[in-house]
Nanobody, 114 residues
């Protein structure tokens, strides 16, 4: 299983970014997936999750600003991030759960300047 994130970068507060996670060796369809983030000195936290049935859930801090989606044809999971805030600065990781085991991408840095 290989997960590769892309789309991170530097953006001003109020801006938008779209993260994408491509998978090889596994399909996202019918599996629980999610985006997590980890800021310096803080634990990794769930930002947005997508159940195997397609139900999305979000951390309170990103509700109304972030949207998680899955493209079955492209076998990707994306995170659209709007109205970004400096506190969204972190390394963002893609995650998939397969038979109870967690698999992670290498992460992509998102930096939001004030």
């Amino acid at each position: 299983v290989l997960l590769v994130e892309s789309g991170g970068g530097l953006v001003q507060a109020g801006g938008s970014l779209r993260l994408s996670c491509a998978a090889s060796g596994v399909t996202f369809r019918f599996r629980a997936t999610g985006w997590y983030r980890q800021a310096p000195g803080k634990p990794r936290e769930l930002v947005a999750g997508l159940s195997s049935g397609g139900t999305a859930n979000y951390a309170d801090s990103v509700k109304g600003r972030f949207t998680i989606s899955r493209d079955n044809a492209e076998n990707t999971v994306s995170l659209q991030m709007n109205s970004l805030k400096p506190e969204d600065t972190a390394v963002y990781y893609c995650n998939i759960i397969i038979t109870g085991n967690n698999y992670w991408g290498q992460g992509t840095q998102v930096t939001v300047s004030s």
